[in-house]
C-alpha cells in the first residue's frame, strides 16, 4: 500500500488506510420476490461484475455502440425507458442499491431490453478502473442525493474533482447531463462544471445556465408531482471539447 492512501492515527502513530469520502449511504432495503426473481433469471446476462481493469464494451454489450453511463439510476425506470428509446445506444447503469439493481433487471426482462448492462459497485472506482479516457458518448446522473445539511455538503457526488474524471472518460463531444430538484444543489452543480475547462455549457441562450430538459429525459411520477406542486427542476447539459 502506497503512503498516499495511508493517514495518521493520532492515537498509536500508526499509518491507518485513508476512507475516502462517500456520496452515498448503503441503505438496508429489502429486495421484493420479483426483484429477486429478475436478479437469478437476468442478472447471469446483464450484471458486470466490478473489475479494477478496462471493460471491453464491445464484449459485454455483444456489439459495438456508443456507450453512455448512467450514475445511481434508483429504481431504473429513466433508465429502462431512455434505453427503449434509443435502441442504437449502449448504457452502463452504476447503482450500489441491491432494490435498485433487481428493479431494473425486472425491466430488462419485462421490456426485453438489451443495451443495458449494470455494474453493482461504486461509481468513482468504475470511472477510474474500468472506463478508458476518452470512451464515453454520455454520462447521465439524475436526481443524486442532495445531501442538504451543510456538514454533509462534502458528500454530494458533483465535486470538481468528479468533474474533472468525468471529463476525462468523455469523448470529444460527448456530454454529461445532470438534473436535481433542489435548487442549491443545481447552483453548485452549475459552479462546480462550469469551472472544469474541458466542458463547455450548452446552454448558451436564457442567460442562467440551466438547459431545457433533453426529450430523452423522461418525467418521473416524484417529478411531475412536483412540477403540478410549483417545485422545480433544473437540468445542466456540458460537452467536452
Known amino acids: 500500500m502506497s503512503s498516499k492512501n495511508l493517514s495518521p492515527n493520532l492515537d498509536t502513530d500508526e499509518a491507518v488506510p485513508h476512507r475516502p469520502i462517500k456520496s452515498f449511504v448503503l441503505r438496508a432495503g429489502r429486495m421484493g420476490p420479483g426483484q429477486t426473481r429478475a436478479m437469478n433469471d437476468w442478472?447471469?446476462?446483464?450484471?458486470?461484475?466490478?473489475a479494477p481493469q478496462?471493460?471491453?464494451a464491445t464484449a459485454a454489450f455483444g456489439r459495438s455502440a456508443p456507450l453512455v453511463v448512467?450514475?445511481?439510476f434508483g429504481m431504473g425506470d429513466a433508465t429502462?425507458?431512455?434505453?427503449?428509446?434509443?435502441?442504437?445506444?449502449?448504457?452502463?447503469?452504476i447503482e450500489v442499491h441491491g432494490p435498485g439493481v433487481g428493479a431494473l433487471l425486472k425491466l430488462i426482462g419485462e421490456r426485453s431490453l438489451t443495451n443495458v448492462r449494470i455494474v453493482r459497485h461504486?461509481?468513482?472506482d468504475v470511472l477510474e478502473q474500468m472506463i478508458a479516457p476518452a470512451s464515453l458518448a454520455g454520462v447521465h446522473v439524475f436526481f443524486p442525493d442532495p445531501w442538504h445539511k451543510?456538514?454533509?455538503h462534502k458528500r454530494r457526488l458533483i465535486q470538481p474533482a468528479f468533474a474533472a474524471?468525468?471529463?476525462?472518460r468523455l469523448a470529444p463531444g460527448g456530454y454529461v447531463h445532470c438534473a436535481t430538484d433542489w435548487q442549491p444543489y443545481a447552483v453548485q452543480m452549475l459552479e462546480v462544471l462550469t469551472g472544469e475547462p474541458s466542458l463547455v455549457n450548452t446552454a448558451t441562450e436564457g442567460g442562467d445556465g440551466y438547459a431545457p430538459r433533453p426529450a430523452y429525459r423522461p418525467l418521473?411520477?416524484?417529478e411531475n408531482r412536483g412540477l403540478k406542486l410549483g417545485h422545480g427542476v433544473w437540468d445542466l447539459v456540458f460537452r467536452r471539447t
Open 43 to 50: 442478472g447471469p446476462r446483464f450484471l458486470v461484475p466490478y
Open 54 to 56: 478496462p471493460l471491453d
Open 70 to 72: 448512467e450514475i445511481g
Open 80 to 93: 429502462a425507458t431512455i434505453a427503449a428509446a434509443l435502441p442504437e445506444t449502449n448504457f452502463l447503469g
Open 122 to 124: 461504486d461509481a468513482v
Open 150 to 152: 451543510l456538514k454533509h
Open 165 to 168: 474524471l468525468l471529463a476525462s
Open 220 to 222: 418521473t411520477k416524484f
